[in-house]
């Protein structure tokens, strides 16, 4: 059976992810000059907190100097639309990137932005991820504007593959001189310390599922967001990323360094059950 092929959302049509075309003019394209965000669908195809994650990319395009020029209420509904073209019974991924749109002289601000909304199925990492814990490593490196969702992921992508070659499946930021923990390309991070839950405060993206576990960890553990010292990574009990795909991934061990006894902690476990449950509760 021939699968169908993807329909995405590109500056007011919907087209086939074949005829998706972005001028080769475009910010985002030559500058790398344009804010995007992530969302996961549950329940047969609703999307995740999707009225924070649209507030998160008015945000990141407000810091950057990028004017939206629709209600967050219209590109919700276009999201709807795009997410029920693309209907086939499994859950989605949505990708909302938004760009300084087609420059006349490759520097300045195009007369409209790029408006592009992808929607694919839903890849999930493996369980034993889960069940086991993963590996990690430090990357030295601070995000320029870190509480924007940006295009660049310059410094991302060479740590994504760095790791990648080392068996780890994230990278943490960190910043030796300023001796401060960040997060993760693509994920925030918690560490756990005699029963007590810890996040990195301050320069750091506002992650949506960060906030939901942070609010989940509250109701049990005594949590902090503050700030972290390089030491303390290596010194933890517990620790585990948060991130929509990833959902709450256990880890076990940051560059060679074993975290706790080298298996997922029963704190990280309990907030990955509660994780489960909010979801399943469909109260969201």
């Avoid at 002289?105 to 034993?128: C, F, H, M, Q």
């Avoid at 960190?174 to 990195?200: A, C, M, R, W």
């Avoid at 992650?207 to 700030?227: A, D, S, W």
Wanted: glycine share 8%; proline share 4%.
């Amino acid at each position: 059976m021939k699968t169908k092929e993807p329909v995405y959302y590109l500056n007011g049509k919907f087209v086939p992810k074949s005829k998706t075309a972005i001028s080769v003019n475009d910010l985002g394209f030559l500058r790398g000059y344009g804010v995007f965000d992530f969302v996961v669908t549950y329940k047969n195809g609703r999307p995740f907190l999707i009225k924070k994650h649209i507030k998160r990319l008015y945000s990141s395009a407000s810091l950057i100097g990028l004017k939206i020029p629709f209600s967050s209420q219209k590109l919700e509904e276009l999201l709807g639309q795009t997410i029920y073209k693309n209907k086939n019974g499994k859950e989605k991924a949505i990708r909302i990137v938004i760009t300084g749109g087609e420059s006349e002289n490759a520097i300045s601000l195009g007369e409209k932005p790029t408006i592009l909304i992808t929607v694919t199925d839903r890849n999930r990492y493996p369980s034993v991820w889960y069940k086991n814990g993963v590996k990690v490593i430090t990357f030295d490196y601070n995000r320029e504007s870190p509480q924007a969702k940006s295009l660049n992921y310059i410094q991302a992508v060479k740590a994504v593959n760095l790791a990648k070659n080392k068996g780890a499946v994230e990278a943490i930021y960190i910043h030796k001189k300023l001796d401060k923990v960040y997060e993760g390309t693509q994920s925030n991070l918690f560490l756990i310390k005699n029963n007590k839950i810890f996040t990195p405060d301050g320069e750091t993206l506002p992650g949506i599922t960060r906030e939901l576990v942070i609010n989940l960890c509250k109701k049990l553990y005594p949590t902090y967001m503050r700030e972290i010292k390089i030491k303390e990574l290596f010194t933890t009990d517990e620790v585990f990323l948060s991130a929509s795909n990833k959902e709450v991934m256990p880890v076990i061990m940051i560059d060679d360094k074993v975290v706790g006894n080298g298996k997922p902690g029963e704190i990280t476990k309990k907030i990955m059950s509660e994780f489960r449950k909010f979801i399943d509760s469909g109260k969201w």
